[in-house]
């Protein structure tokens, strides 16, 4: 059965999925901005386990979920030919 959509309930979905977008853009750009920080501990924790979980792997999650919201984001687009207007 075909759910019914109002086009007030696409626009806000739509705007929702790009916040959320623009949230995690403004994340990824907030912790690159700290990745020299960073490396100076990654050089002092040299010795440690190669096991052991490292801010590298946080920002690639967080690259992996932007392109997944940016994906959902444009099918929403696509699926309901919504025109962004600047």
Request: zero cysteines; charged letters at 35%.
């Amino acid at each position: 059965m075909s759910e019914q959509i109002t086009e007030q309930q696409v626009v806000a979905t739509y705007k929702s999925l790009r916040a959320e977008v623009r949230q995690m853009a403004e994340k990824i750009s907030e912790l690159e901005v700290e990745t020299t920080e960073h490396d100076r501990v990654i050089q002092t924790l040299n010795e440690l386990p190669n096991d052991r979980k490292a801010y590298r792997m946080v920002l690639a999650q967080l690259n992996e979920n932007i392109k997944q919201k940016e994906k959902a984001a444009d099918e929403w687009q696509r699926k309901y030919n919504i025109q962004v207007q600047q």
